[in-house]
């Protein structure tokens, strides 16, 4: 029983670290895609790693999905970024619209409540249409954060609100307050790329 006991910390112990590390390189990411810095992609990438694993210990199933989608689109944002700059400029701010994300916003709905219908019935999901939900929007979302898409910030404002509650009461509570950190952020983030959008219309 002893033995056992003290398996049970180490493993413990091993998922508070894997957490904290994932939230620092989370943390960094935000801060260097407000400053459209190409080296948020790289934290991205060890933060998603880090969250394939953690997710699905805590039976959030499409939360492990969305983070190994999370991992290819660092790479595809390096991608885009690193080529959509010249020697001088950044690749721009651009903002898309209300048509299409009015139809994405539908799209999205719809293959969540069959996605979350699926994950209730035949899984052992915690907070499926939620789970669901939150990962096809995010999916959308950071396509958006890759071309540079403005109203990202917006989309990020309902995921991550909605996220603080499901890592909570799955007892992420790190990864909890790293997303309350999120939404406190967002407005830096909004503001930086409406300033840097507006420079470049100028």
């Given at each position: 029983?002893?033995?056992?006991?003290?398996?049970?910390?180490?493993?413990?112990?091993?998922?508070?670290?894997?957490?904290?590390?994932?939230?620092?390189?989370?943390?960094?990411?935000?801060l260097l895609a407000?400053?459209?810095?190409?080296?948020?992609?790289?934290?991205?990438?060890?933060?998603?790693?880090?969250?394939?694993?953690?997710?699905?210990?805590?039976?959030?199933?499409?939360?492990?999905?969305?983070?190994?989608?999370?991992?290819?689109?660092?790479?595809?944002?390096?991608?885009?970024?690193?080529?959509?700059?010249?020697?001088?400029?950044?690749?721009?701010?651009?903002?898309?619209?209300?048509?299409?994300?009015?139809?994405?916003?539908?799209?999205?709905?719809?293959?969540?409540?069959?996605?979350?219908?699926?994950?209730?019935?035949?899984?052992?999901?915690?907070?499926?249409?939620?789970?669901?939900?939150?990962?096809?929007?995010?999916?959308?979302?950071?396509?958006?954060?890759?071309?540079?898409?403005?109203?990202?910030?917006?989309?990020?404002?309902v995921i991550d609100?909605?996220?603080?509650?499901?890592y909570w009461l799955?007892?992420?509570?790190?990864?909890?307050?790293?997303?309350?950190?999120?939404?406190?952020?967002?407005?830096?983030?909004?503001?930086?790329?409406?300033?840097?959008?507006?420079?470049?219309?100028?």
């Amino acid at each position: 029983m002893a033995a056992l006991l003290h398996s049970l910390a180490d493993q413990a112990r091993d998922f508070s670290a894997l957490e904290i590390v994932a939230v620092v390189t989370a943390v960094l990411y935000l801060l260097l895609a407000i400053r459209q810095n190409i080296w948020c992609w790289l934290c991205a990438a060890i933060s998603t790693a880090i969250y394939v694993y953690l997710f699905i210990v805590a039976k959030l199933y499409m939360q492990s999905v969305l983070n190994v989608f999370y991992f290819g689109m660092a790479a595809y944002g390096w991608h885009v970024w690193y080529h959509g700059r010249d020697a001088t400029h950044e690749l721009p701010v651009t903002s898309w619209a209300p048509s299409v994300h009015g139809q994405a916003i539908v799209v999205i709905v719809t293959v969540s409540l069959i996605n979350g219908y699926v994950l209730d019935n035949w899984t052992n999901a915690e907070f499926p249409y939620i789970d669901a939900l939150t990962t096809w929007a995010a999916i959308w979302t950071t396509f958006l954060v890759a071309r540079k898409v403005l109203e990202n910030w917006w989309y990020w404002l309902v995921i991550d609100v909605a996220s603080v509650f499901i890592y909570w009461l799955r007892d992420l509570q790190l990864t909890a307050l790293l997303f309350v950190i999120y939404v406190m952020m967002i407005p830096f983030g909004l503001i930086s790329w409406t300033r840097s959008r507006r420079e470049a219309l100028a």
